[in-house]
């Protein structure tokens, strides 16, 4: 009896001992195959168009707001697409340009510019909460010109499409915020040059060289 009493002793104390020795799982990794990550936009472009929007707005460059969407293929390096829509909106006045100087009318005018931006990039690590980027896409921008004492025929609505280059570096403040600045190349024919100011500048080009500030929420 007391010999059968020290064997089940021995293995009961066995068991935690055992239990403590054995080696603890490894921990999963909780890195996402991807996020999808919002955020917000303040751009302010240079417009390659410089005579037209000096005449009719007093600057070339000019603010725009606005916000988008980014997929993120992984938390580190990786490939991102990004989808970004903003808004420019001002009113200036209508002008015209002869012997190489630029005559405004007083004539109110209000242009409206929302692009609808599409970019493909590689986003690499360089620093623990730094991440330097750049892309290519593709853009819609619709552009729409209204003016006082102007026939319908006169007021310009349309929409055409672009190209762009990209380039600039992330900074992630916190787990799920990160700060963001670059620099971006747009290129848009077929709205400016038909008429007007741009036309008697000979100006075709909508768009130019963005600066951009953004704020991006998630991982």
């Known amino acids: 009896m007391k010999t059968a009493l020290a064997a089940v002793l021995a293995l009961g104390l066995s068991a935690p001992l055992a239990a ?25 472009e240079k417009f390659a168009a410089k005579q037209t929007f000096d005449a009719t707005f007093g600057q070339s460059f000019e603010p725009f707001f606005g916000g988008g969407l980014e997929l993120v293929l992984s938390e580190g390096s990786g490939f991102y697409v990004d989808a970004a829509v903003s808004r420019f909106k001002k009113t200036g006045q209508r002008a015209f340009r002869a012997n190489g100087r630029n005559f405004s009318l007083g004539i109110p005018l209000t242009a409206t510019l929302r692009p609808i931006e599409l970019s493909v990039g590689y986003r690499f690590r360089t620093a623990p909460r730094l991440f330097p980027y750049v892309g290519l896409g593709v853009g819609s921008y619709g552009y729409k ?18 190209y762009l280059a990209v380039g600039g570096a992330e900074v992630r403040v916190h787990r799920l915020v990160g700060i963001a600045g670059d620099v971006q190349y747009t290129r848009v024919h077929g709205i400016l040059g038909n008429g007007g100011i741009s036309k008697d500048a000979g100006e075709n080009d ?14």
């Open 20 to 44: 403590q020795s054995r080696a603890p799982l490894p921990a999963a990794d909780d890195e996402p195959s991807f996020a999808l990550r919002p955020f917000f936009v303040l751009t302010g």
């Open 145 to 162: 010109e209204t003016s006082d004492f102007s026939d319908a025929g006169e007021n310009v609505d349309t929409r055409h499409s672009g």
């Open 206 to 219: 909508l768009g130019g060289i963005t600066v951009r500030l953004r704020v991006t929420f998630g991982r």
